[in-house]
């Protein structure tokens, strides 16, 4: 009975840890998908406000900071 709840406990925060794991790579390909859209609005010259100015959103710029976190240092 005991190992059977150690080993359910264990599921559990071997789960918890996959569901961190793909949100980060989530985030990841987001912020990929952000870069190249943004590089490619620099390189045709289409980019408003946003395209040779720095200005990124606020979202952005906090996706790209958790992207930065190694996944296995922040979980």
Known sequence: ???????????????????KVRSLGHWRLAVQQAQLSRSEKVCSGGGGRDSLQGGWPQASMAAAAMVSLQPWVAL
């Open 1 to 19: 009975q005991e190992q059977l709840w150690a080993l359910e406990q264990d599921n559990c925060s071997l789960a918890t840890l996959v569901c």
